[in-house]
């Protein structure tokens, strides 16, 4: 078993969305996080056995699992920079939403047989125009990523 | 092991096939979607009645038959006996189809009545007349004639094919009705009539298939009434809808079906329909003819759920979702479905109840609660919009301005008795409170709108619930975060109390004074006590959202008022 992560930044505290892609079962989930331990501190959470294991409780859930098994995860995460006036937790979980139902219309449009776990309610914000270029950005670069790994995969 | 053959009874297995759940006109339709899927253009049903007297002496309609004919591409010999087999062959299915378990035709009919006809001919074949006839059932096992058909039946049958220019087509007729199980004439064919064009609302749209219920052409009716929308306009703004127009609520969300399945999902796509009174307020229309017209009452809100361009389930809750509230009387959605979706939706025989997996609930359930909080907003804005003066809610207003104004002038009066070490001081500090925020235009015009010093604006910094601003003629001001979470939350509760809504304004407008008459007499940093202030609004903004997110999580209703 060994894990690959590309950068140490991923610790540092401050604003970030990220998407955990799951090879067996397909699965995404998006989330935000405002951690001390970063983004890669949550992906900590998501994988243990605390109560903070949200991804494997969902995968748990909605596969009917007696137990979890993951293959191989990938990881990405989005660093949120202090100028981009994401300045509550309520801005970011707005972020997190359109970015959530942004890149579900963009799976299925491209015919990507990958469910999203992940559950977020509005936030409040989504109306704003930095809200939704930001969001946007986000998507654009978590797919990039994904398909790199999903083409890899089909060759 | 010895092995036997299973036994059964015709006569109660049809009783059963009978009992599955259909209405006369959910068993009419599912006969009309054997004919789409065979390719017909024009489906015609008709009803033979006849009066009946009863004991009183009243004359009743009854219905004799109900015949349902198409030029769809018929059936000879081999395909009849398919149809009439218990689970037809699912072979002879297409992935857009309307049909699922083979047994439509068989129990639809039977719900009807006990006697079906069918008349068919396919291209280049012979007309062929099968009969199911449950009082002719013989020891009890299912039994049924299938005879080419000749003479004047025949000739008829032909004639009513060339007249719709077909050479093939199906009639079914359903004979021995079961009057006396079923709503009045009147009643059922009402029903048909104001609901087919809605049921078949895609198929009809794009002219692929004409109806005639006892000859009247059924237009094809949107339940959305999308072609009334404005798209250059945003969706709907729960503040300021007019109440008149049809808005976009939820233009488009991908919901998926099952985690693990192929690519399953469905289209949501959610209305606001028009507010009637506003309707009548404006002149537009009256009320009783907007609801006619947009089909508002209490049967007919929530979501329309089609499965290949036809409707399976009418105005549904989606597992209560939708609770039963007048004020969502405007709130219309539609889920689109594909066959496709038929395992992991577990459609039922009579395909008219859809049971959801829990990750469809859970994505229908974040753009349903946000949805229909909109919808109730916007119908109470409405509302209150077009309310007569409610002197109740105006006389409290106005105390709350007039108030404010005393408290400025008595406010005035302290600082000139001040001793003079505190004047300088004071002054200063009122001068920076005075010109540090000051509203913008757009504020400053709603408070005279509002007419009282709390607005409710589009957003502040930081997610804080309310910031104070000060305006030369209008003093103090507060503003209130109306994206805030639990603004949005209890937003129904204001608009339905409004002695609520001036307790929440008495209160915070309080808390804004408290705050400008600490740092007015501030005798230490006043700058460092501002930010301390500016902090304590963030974080109680965080805080009381946290709380909010956290106790809907948990249940998603807490705050749902009453009917």
Same mark, same amino acid.
């Given at each position: ?62 596969? !009917? ?49 990958? *469910? ?16 939704? $270029? ?22 | ?89 699912? #072979? ?17 009919? $039977? ?20 009969? @199911? ?55 059922? @064919? ?52 007019? =109440?008149?127009?049809?808005?976009? #609520? ?27 009174? *506003? ?22 809100? =929530? ?13 549904? *809750?989606?597992?209560? &979702? ?36 829990? &990750? ?90 509002? =007419? ?18 000060? !305006? ?24 339905? #109390? ?52 956290? &106790? ?12």
């Amino acid at each position: 078993m060994y894990c690959f992560v590309r950068s140490g930044k991923i610790s540092v505290k401050a604003k970030y969305v990220y998407l955990i892609f799951s090879e067996d079962p397909k699965a995404f989930y998006i989330g935000q996080t405002q951690s001390a331990y970063g983004a890669l501190g949550r992906l900590t959470q998501h994988m243990s056995e605390t109560y903070s294991n949200t991804f494997i409780q969902k995968v748990l859930k909605f596969y !009917d699992f007696d137990e979890v098994n993951l293959k191989k995860i990938h990881f990405f995460c989005f660093q949120i920079k202090d100028d981009a006036n994401i300045n509550s937790t309520a801005h970011l979980e707005s972020v997190e939403f359109l970015v959530s139902e942004e890149f579900k219309k963009r799976i299925f449009k491209n015919g990507y047989s990958i *469910s999203l776990l992940s559950r977020v309610d509005y936030g409040g914000y989504e109306h704003l125009e930095n809200i939704k $270029s930001l969001s946007l950005t986000i998507v654009e670069e978590f797919l990039i990523e994904l398909e790199k790994i999903l083409s890899f995969a089909e060759n | 092991m010895t092995k036997y053959k299973g036994t059964y009874s015709a006569s109660r297995l049809f009783d059963a096939l009978a009992k599955i759940g259909y209405t006369p006109e959910s068993a009419i339709q599912d006969i009309v979607d054997n004919s789409i899927s065979a390719n017909a253009s024009t489906v015609q049903v008709n009803f033979l009645i006849e009066k009946e007297t009863s004991e009183q002496g009243r004359s009743k309609p009854q219905i004799v038959h109900i015949s349902i004919f198409d030029n769809g591409k018929g059936m000879n010999k081999a395909g009849l006996e398919n149809a009439l087999a218990l689970g037809s062959s699912a #072979n002879e299915y297409t992935p857009t189809t309307l049909s699922k378990f083979g047994l439509g035709l068989k129990s639809a009919s $039977s719900s009807l009545g006990r006697k079906l006809s069918i008349i068919s001919k396919a291209q280049d074949d012979d007309v062929y007349l099968a009969i @199911v006839d449950q009082d002719a059932f013989e020891n009890d096992e299912y039994t049924f004639t299938i005879e080419k058909l000749s003479g004047e039946s025949k000739k008829a049958f032909l004639k009513k094919l060339s007249e719709v220019g077909a050479q093939a087509g199906t009639e079914i007729i359903i004979g021995k009705v079961k009057n006396e199980n079923m709503p009045s004439y009147g009643s059922i @064919v009402t029903e048909l009539k104001n609901k087919t064009g809605i049921i078949y609302f895609p198929i009809l749209r794009d002219e692929k298939v004409k109806i005639f219920i006892n000859n009247d052409l059924i237009p094809a009716i949107d339940p959305l009434f999308r072609n009334e929308i404005d798209e250059t306009e945003c969706i709907l703004n729960d503040h300021k809808w007019d =109440g008149v127009s049809v808005k976009w #609520n939820l233009k488009e969300s991908y919901i998926q079906l099952s985690a693990g399945a192929s690519s399953e999902k469905a289209i949501l796509r959610i209305v606001q329909l028009p507010h009637p009174p *506003s309707m009548n307020s404006n002149k537009i229309l009256s009320q009783s003819n907007a609801r006619k017209k947009y089909l508002i009452d209490a049967k007919n809100y =929530g979501i329309f759920i089609y499965r290949n361009g036809r409707l399976i389930s009418w105005a549904d *809750s989606i597992t209560g &979702l939708i609770p039963r509230d007048q004020d969502l009387y405007s709130y219309r959605g539609i889920l689109e479905l594909e066959s496709s979706s038929d395992e992991v939706l577990n459609l039922d025989v009579t395909k008219s109840r859809v049971h959801f997996s829990d &990750l469809a609930l859970q994505d229908l359930s974040i753009q349903i609660n946000e949805t229909k909080k909109r919808s109730v907003n916007a119908w109470n804005f409405a509302k209150s919009t077009i309310r007569e003066v409610d002197t109740n809610s105006d006389a409290v207003k106005a105390e709350l301005a007039k108030l404010a104004i005393e408290l400025e002038e008595e406010e005035e009066a302290e600082d000139q008795i001040l001793p003079e070490a505190d004047k300088e001081r004071v002054k200063k500090a009122k001068n920076t409170l005075q010109t540090k925020t000051p509203p913008t235009e757009e504020e400053k015009k709603k408070v005279e709108e509002e =007419g009282k010093p709390i607005i409710y604006v589009d957003a502040l910094l930081n997610n804080s619930l309310w910031e104070r601003a000060y !305006d030369e003629k209008n003093g103090l001001i507060v503003k209130v975060n109306k994206s805030h979470r639990f603004i949005r939350t209890f937003e129904p509760i204001f608009r339905k #109390n409004p002695e609520a809504t001036y307790v929440f304004d008495l209160l915070i407008y309080s808390m804004v004074r408290s705050e400008y008459m600490m740092l007015k007499k501030c005798r230490t940093d006043f700058e460092a006590m501002d930010k301390v202030y500016t902090d304590f609004r963030e974080e109680t903004g965080n805080q009381l959202s946290e709380m909010m997110r956290e &106790l809907l999580e948990r249940n998603s209703a807490i705050f749902d008022s009453d009917e």
